[in-house]
């Protein structure tokens, strides 16, 4: 990443957690552009809520450090906290509050609360204003925690799988909400997420966190540029090559056909395969999902030992 | 308005429901201090309601307590990651501040302003409301503080549960092992016994506080839990130290007296040795080997007319020819005797006193003069020993404070105290007098005796026409609680106790004079009040080169 021009709303340097002898993060280094929709996805126990509540200054990091804000996560205090607005399906609301109770709790901590858009997110929501907060469903319990998040217009919206369990309808209403309220303002927005199909939705950046570890972090286009599904026709009789390319992933070989998932598609990489393959036939190159690569890599990285780049 | 303001608002209205019974117990609770207290106390079911609501409304309120600090502090816990306001703008101070201003107004300052209220309404003297004001606010405040660390210390209301749960069944199974092994170290059970009462210091009282307070405010500031919790068990070892330091070390000490008053050098001591007596002692561990206590009838002579000299503390030893020896430090119990008769005799203006003999007592009560080991009793109880001992003697005497009409509503008030007749009983051969009394007793300093009523008095119907006095044949408390009992932990004085005693007087039939308690009798009577006022102490030495455990 081309890091002289960009903002970052958050960085990392070799940010690590531990609990027990059990390694949750280890050497995380990333960096979220300002403006920019970053999705962390990993499966579960990744260490993606990890990650942020390290971020958050809930918990603290065993090794490395992190900003957030232009500010150590260490310190971070009410007036970043101001400007922070965080959802997370494992965070505990007070739930003998109403609703509006509620957004009437937390609107005093906030000196940038616009009313006027709270109004229109609860609008936006259709919340039940003065039921309380336990009687809600747990797709209009993340509404109402989004509401209290997003009426002060924070500069970095951290959200920590808020749709994991909420029905298609719902998470598509969410989705479509936090896309429309992105594209108001050039707000950050930091998720995490195990579901493929909300982050190809929602994110621009994507990074891939696996076993603690990050394996990659950069623009889905830049992804979906280095990444080519590439199949190759053989000739009768021509042999497999002995030594892959490193950057070739999931190859497999039917009958006459090869597939493998190029991670470092460029200019070159047709020649290449032509060069290894030298009485192939046919050769095409098709763009992958963010799923396939996902599961590409996830597979492909689990029975190595810890490695370089992709 | 700051956000403490405002997150102490939110709290108010969470627990509006449990602090209106919190508030409606603290009304009940001091309207019952204001007037019950003054209901007939003969009205049996008023007092048994009286009594009963005594003891259910601390009951009630502590369990309101144990209730709502953890509901106020959990509101916003200190542990774990999935607190709400984690990732809010509040500030751990501005959290510690709204927390501390709910705990302080709502938990300690309304309680004692209602506790202070209750004691205007029982005559107590501004002075002396200044004066208890603090021990108030300290009781409440160490009531609350270790709720609250263990609130700060746990995440949840089960959690809170089952660690105070857990933490007060230890601290009871640590202070009951640690008595335990103070008493099986020194056998002398009834050393052990005087020596472990206290008064309390300011600095005493604090420094719990002080310590509860560190470890809440580590949890506010930092969220080491971990670190908190070894704060806490270090607070803790060190009040253990300081408990097991200061309630043992102290040794027993009274004033010298004022020899203008009672000259020691004209006083004689002496023994009848024809009363010596051995009694098998009182220890802790009824296994062998056995102990005798060695006592006989003490005689003093010189005193003044209308002073008492009472044997206290005793260092003594008996050493015999063929080398044994015992020695034996040791109080003395206290114990009724003709002097007593005699210096009330004086205190009344020479009036005849007539006191009922109690079961088992006799006119010539018996000291403890010597402890010794079975096995040297039985091998010695006839060989003359040489017996010394120095005796410290606690001079005293009889005081008339209050002279009341025996009456209905007879009352005497001194200056915060105060007793009065609510009841007057004929009986066909005497009288019961049933009286109440209400006594300050502050936390941090002593009334001066002219400040109120001492809590040993004695109470006498005194004829003067007659010259006669007669002591209560029976005297047996109707009730007798603190008016504030509430809740507390550790140790605490009974800021304002209210009792009524029934004092039964009757006519002596069988005496040498005989004395009829009836109607006349009582037409010019007086119920007094005396006070025993303690002059100081004098020590005087025994020697006996004849004695022997039992005489021949």
């Known amino acids: ?310 | 308005m700051s956000l403490a303001v405002h997150i102490f608002k939110k709290d108010i209205r969470h627990l509006r429901l449990l602090l209106a019974a919190w508030l409606a117990v603290l009304i009940v609770q001091s309207f019952l201090a204001v007037f019950a207290y003054t209901s007939p106390t003969t009205d049996r079911v008023l007092s048994g309601l009286l009594d009963s609501s005594s003891l259910l409304l601390p009951l009630l309120q502590f369990v309101l307590v144990l209730a709502i600090v953890p509901l106020v502090i959990q509101d916003e816990p200190l542990v774990g990651t999935t607190a709400f306001w984690f990732t809010r703008p509040v500030s751990r101070t501005t959290l510690l501040a709204a927390k501390s201003l709910f705990i302080l107004l709502i938990l300690i300052l309304l309680p004692t302003v209602i506790d202070l209220f209750s004691l205007v309404a029982h005559g107590v003297i501004p002075r002396h409301l200044a004066a208890a004001t603090p021990g108030i606010l300290l009781e409440k405040t160490s009531a609350v503080l270790p709720l609250w660390v263990i609130a700060a210390l746990t995440v949840s209301f089960a959690r809170f549960a089952i660690v105070g749960g857990l933490s007060f069944v230890g601290f009871i199974l640590i202070a009951a092992g640690m008595f335990t092994a103070k008493l099986l170290i020194s056998e002398d059970l009834e050393n052990n016994m005087v020596a472990e009462g206290q008064t309390t210091g300011v600095l005493s009282a604090l420094i719990p506080i002080l310590l509860a307070a560190s470890v809440v405010s580590n949890q506010y500031l930092t969220r080491k839990t971990r670190r908190s919790v070894v704060i806490l068990l270090s607070a803790l070892f060190v009040l253990l130290v300081i408990d097991q330091v200061s309630s043992g070390a102290r040794p027993f000490h009274i004033p010298a007296v004022d020899r203008a008053v009672v000259n020691p050098d004209q006083v004689r001591l002496s023994l009848d040795l024809k009363t010596v007596a051995a009694s098998d002692a009182f220890g802790f561990r009824a296994q062998p080997p056995l102990r005798k206590d060695i006592s006989a009838k003490i005689e003093v002579r010189g005193m003044p007319a209308g002073y008492i000299a009472q044997p206290t503390l005793t260092h003594a030893s008996i050493e015999y020819s063929d080398g044994k020896k015992a020695a034996f430090d040791g109080y003395v119990q206290q114990r009724w005797g003709q002097w007593e008769i005699d210096a009330l005799r004086h205190a009344l203006g020479g009036a005849e006193v007539y006191r009922p003999e109690q079961p088992g007592e006799s006119r010539e009560p018996l000291y403890r003069l010597l402890r010794v080991d079975e096995s040297l009793y039985r091998s010695h109880a006839q060989a003359a020993g040489t017996f010394t001992a120095d005796i410290l003697l606690s001079a005293s005497r009889h005081v008339v404070v209050a002279r009341l009409p025996v009456r209905q509503g007879a009352k005497f008030k001194k200056q915060s105290d105060y007793f009065l007749i609510t009841d007057v009983l004929r009986d066909p051969d005497g009288v019961r007098l049933v009286v109440r009394e209400g006594r300050l007793e502050l936390q941090f300093a002593d009334l001066k005796p002219e400040e109120g009523l001492r809590p040993g008095r004695i109470f006498v119907l005194l004829n003067s026409a007659r010259n006669q006095a007669v002591l209560p044949t029976d005297e047996h408390r109707l009730m007798s609680l603190p008016l504030f009992p509430g809740f507390s932990i550790g140790k605490t004085s009974e800021r304002f106790q209210v009792s009524s005693t029934v004092l039964v007087f009757r006519g002596l039939k069988r005496a040498e004079k005989p004395i009829t308690v009836d109607d006349q009798w009582l037409a010019g009577a007086q119920l007094l009040r005396l006070e025993t006022q303690d002059l100081g102490g004098f020590s005087k030495s025994l020697r006996v080169a004849d004695f022997r455990m039992k005489p021949e």
């Not at chain 1, 890091?3 to 958050?10: D, K, L, P, R, T």
């Not at chain 1, 929709?37 to 509540?53: D, Y």
């Open chain 1, 1 to 310: 990443m081309n890091s002289e021009n960009v903002g970052y709303a958050i960085e990392t340097w070799s940010l690590g957690r531990h609990f027990s002898r059990k390694e949750a993060v280890r050497n995380l280094s990333l960096q979220v552009p300002e403006g920019s929709v970053f999705a962390l996805i990993g499966p579960n126990g990744a260490g993606k809520t990890t990650t942020i509540k390290m971020l958050m200054n809930i918990i603290e990091p065993s090794e490395g450090r992190a900003q957030v804000l232009g500010k150590d996560s260490r310190r971070l205090g009410p007036p970043e906290l101001s400007q922070i607005g965080y959802v997370s399906e494992n965070q505990t609301l007070p739930e003998w509050m109403s609703v509006r109770h509620f957004l009437a709790y937390c609107r005093p901590m906030y000196p940038s609360w616009d009313d006027g858009f709270s109004q229109k997110l609860i609008e936006q929501f259709d919340l039940p204003l003065d039921r309380k907060l336990r009687d809600l469903s747990r797709g209009m319990k993340v509404q109402a925690a989004l509401v209290s998040s997003l009426a002060y217009r924070p500069a970095l919206l951290i959200l920590d799988e808020p749709f994991s369990g909420l029905d298609p309808v719902v998470r598509d209403d969410l989705i479509r909400g936090v896309l429309e309220l992105a594209g108001y303002a050039r707000w950050t927005i930091f998720l995490s997420s195990q579901d493929i199909e909300e982050v190809e939705r929602l994110a621009d950046w994507v990074a891939f966190l696996d076993q603690g570890q990050l394996y990659f972090a950069e623009s889905v286009s830049s992804l979906q540029s280095r990444f080519r599904q590439i199949e190759v026709l053989l000739g009768d009789g021509e042999p497999s090559p002995r030594d892959l390319p490193a950057s070739w992933m999931r190859f497999e070989m039917s009958g006459r056909t090869v597939r493998f998932l190029e991670s470092s598609y460029g200019d070159q990489t047709i020649e290449q395969v032509k060069h290894l393959f030298a009485g192939c036939r046919d050769i095409t190159a098709h763009a992958v999902s963010l799923r396939e690569l996902f599961i590409a890599v996830a597979r492909a990285r689990r029975p190595r030992a810890q490695g370089g780049d992709l």
